[in-house]
């Protein structure tokens, strides 16, 4: 495979993770209210479905910037797309708003793994001397999120 190739896949899936992580982070808001009637939950649960998520990404962001530091960007990289995976699979056919909690949990313990490395893998296919600088297409699907998520939501 080519640098040229290898870079242009490496900005592409880097690209794709900043915009899946918040965006499974503020879409289960859309869907809050069917959750409340499916599990038939108190408001005080139904928060928790949202919260659990930013909580254990919140609190889990920085300790797996580290352990990618010491064990390696891309293999956390890696974990963090197939925790993300299934854990998104596993809240999708979640018997009860427990396990879907349970599951959020981990989705943002997978999600923290994505974004505390989807930039650290980059610079050795954007080295600061070449002049390329990948970090506008880093960001732009994660921002895009936040600015459209209202309109795609229907609020």
Do not use: C
Not at 29 to 38: F, G, T
Not at 40 to 55: G, K, M, N, R
Request: aromatic residues 14%; charged residues 10%; without cysteine.
């Amino acid at each position: 495979m080519s640098h040229t190739v290898s870079k242009r896949s490496t900005l592409i899936v880097a690209a794709l993770s900043s915009f899946m992580t918040p965006f499974m982070g503020s879409s289960i808001n859309i869907a809050l209210p069917s959750i409340e009637k499916e599990f038939e939950i108190d408001a005080v649960l139904l928060s928790w479905v949202a919260t659990s998520y930013l909580l254990a990404a919140a609190i889990s962001l920085v300790p797996f910037g580290r352990l990618a530091d010491i064990y390696g960007r891309k293999k956390t990289f890696a974990y963090g797309i197939v925790a993300f995976t299934v854990t998104s699979f596993l809240s999708a056919v979640s018997p009860s708003a427990p396990m879907l909690i349970f599951f959020r949990v981990f989705q943002g313990i997978g999600s923290a793994m994505i974004f505390a490395t989807g930039i650290a893998i980059q610079p050795p296919y954007f080295p600061p001397a070449s002049g390329e600088r990948p970090w506008g297409s880093m960001w732009l699907p994660s921002i895009w999120v936040f600015l459209s998520g209202r309109f795609w939501g229907g609020s």
